[in-house]
């Protein structure tokens, strides 16, 4: 079945050190997204990419960083930069360009302290 | 940029009650998402929508494009309707706005 596989599904991480966030899918989408979710607030954009080896921050992208090497992966690093990293992260793709239906992950739920 | 408002932000219901959840957004839209989040956190994809209505199952969405505004619909709602339930606005290609998301309780 196709689908999103975000792993792990929960993460603790001591305060000051980079942690890495994987996200895969074997739906070929070209467009894969990085959300961040916060209580009581709606999911919030980091990074996203259109198409492999490129890739624009979102509207809270400071703190991490994204690759895209391939069209599978979209992993998020979460530095030591981020001043409040803890929170539930969610990978989401869709086919570029084109208003259509976004797939989720199941999320990460990252604490760190 | 898109605000989108979602109400309410809780609901609690009975087995059985129809029940509705809104959404508004401020400006122009190409397509609107009803999502669903289970406790455990990940989401689904419920509907997409730019016009009219879409029913799958108990669920019916209805979007109303002059009016901004978007309604989604349980029928004879049950405990495994329990969810977050988040609207989510395309204002550009790449681009959702997503609102607070609705608590829905549904209680045997």
């Known amino acids: 079945d196709g689908g999103i596989t975000q792993s792990p599904k929960y993460l603790f991480r001591k305060e000051g050190q980079n942690v890495t966030l994987s996200c895969e899918q074997n739906?070929?989408?070209?467009?894969m997204y990085w959300y961040r979710q916060d209580p009581g607030q709606g999911l919030r954009l980091i990074y996203y990419s259109q198409i492999v080896n490129d890739f624009q921050k979102g509207d809270i992208a400071e703190g991490y960083s994204v690759s895209r090497e391939k069209k599978e992966s979209f992993p998020l690093t979460v530095t030591s930069a981020q001043k409040n990293p803890t929170a539930f992260y969610l990978c989401?793709?869709?086919?570029?360009?084109?208003?259509?239906?976004?797939?989720f992950g199941q999320g990460t739920r990252l604490t760190v302290v | 940029k898109n605000e989108v408002e979602q109400s309410p932000q809780n609901l609690t219901a009975q087995e059985g009650e129809f029940i509705t959840i809104n959404c508004s957004y401020s400006v122009g839209i190409s397509a609107l998402h009803w999502l669903q989040q289970h406790p455990g956190g990940g989401i689904v994809s419920l509907f997409m929508l730019s016009s009219g209505k879409k029913k799958h199952g108990r669920l019916i969405a209805t979007i109303n494009i002059q009016e901004k505004h978007s309604s989604l619909h349980i029928t004879a709602s049950h405990p495994r309707d329990s969810a977050v339930y988040i609207c989510a606005v395309h204002w550009s290609p790449t681009r959702l706005t997503f609102g607070e998301g609705t608590q829905l309780t549904v209680n045997p």
């Open positions: 739906l070929n989408h070209d467009a």
């Open positions: 989401a793709s869709n086919i570029e360009g084109k208003n259509t239906e976004a797939f």
